[in-house]
T-cell receptor, first 115, second 115 residues
Framework: AQKITQTQPGMFVQEKEAVTLDCTYD???????LFWYKQPSSGEMIFLIY??????QNATEGRYSLNFQKARKSANLVISASQLGDSAMYFC????????????FGTGTRLQVFP | EPEVTQTPSHQVTQMGQEVILHCVPI?????FYWYRQILGQKVEFLVS????????KSEIFDDQFSVERPDGSNFTLKIRSTKLEDSAMYFC?????????????FGPGTRLTVL
């Protein structure tokens, strides 16, 4: 069955430091997309970054990068130079290519950035 | 930048009442979705909608739920007879296409409280 696992319920990081949020996934489909979303305390879901299963290079978007290790089925989010505004819940999600439209979410990691 | 909008932001209702949650997807998007997030839990897929019909639904989306695109811009979720366990944040999302690499843009959510 398709599944996303985020094993870190909470993480702390000091401002300006880098932090890695873990995500592993399970699927037997060869074609899929992996997404990270940020959910601040206000509740909205903000798209951060995308990685396709056939992409050769790790995705990057500004301070966000995705450490994609296909053989390990992991898609960890790396936030460099953390800012206080990065404090939020972070969700990893997967979408398969065939016969389904839905995003499958993990349980999330709450990141707290302290000064 | 175009965005998904949702109204109302908060809805309080009595158990057994009908509620309709409203969404305006991004104008050139063709695929529409509803997700829900019970407080403190992960985001769960409810239903996807394409070409004026449901393309996929989860086991949560039972006969009490329905979706409609009444005109060219709105996309609604109706809960016919609300239960206490329907209390959650409901997110509408839209995407340009149905492929796994297409980002789903989320609205800010409607917090539904059933008393």
């Amino acid at each position: 069955a398709q599944k996303i696992t985020q094993t870190q319920p909470g993480m702390f990081v000091q401002e300006k430091e880098a932090v890695t949020l873990d995500c592993t996934y399970d699927t037997s489909d060869p074609s899929y997309g992996l997404f990270w979303y940020k959910q601040p305390s206000s509740g909205e879901m903000i798209f951060l970054i995308y990685q396709g299963s056939y992409d050769q290079q790790n995705a990057t978007e500004g301070r966000y990068s995705l450490n994609f290790q296909k053989a390990r089925k992991s898609a960890n989010l790396v936030i460099s130079a953390s800012q206080l505004g990065d404090s939020a819940m972070y969700f990893c999600a997967m979408r398969l290519s065939y016969n389904t439209d839905k995003l499958i979410f993990g349980t999330g990691t709450r990141l707290q950035v302290f000064p | 930048e175009p965005e998904v909008t949702q109204t109302p932001s908060h809805q309080v209702t009595q158990m057994g009442q009908e509620v309709i949650l409203h969404c305006v997807p991004i104008s050139n998007h063709l695929y529409f979705y509803w997700y829900r997030q019970i407080l403190g839990q992960k985001v769960e897929f409810l239903v996807s909608f394409y070409n004026n019909e449901i393309s996929e639904k989860s086991e949560i989306f039972d006969d009490q739920f329905s979706v409609e695109r009444p005109d060219g811009s709105n996309f609604t979720l109706k809960i016919r007879s609300t239960k206490l366990e329907d209390s959650a944040m409901y997110f509408c999302a839209s995407s340009e296409a149905g492929d796994s690499y297409n980002e789903q843009f989320f609205g800010p959510g409607t917090r539904l409280t059933v008393l």
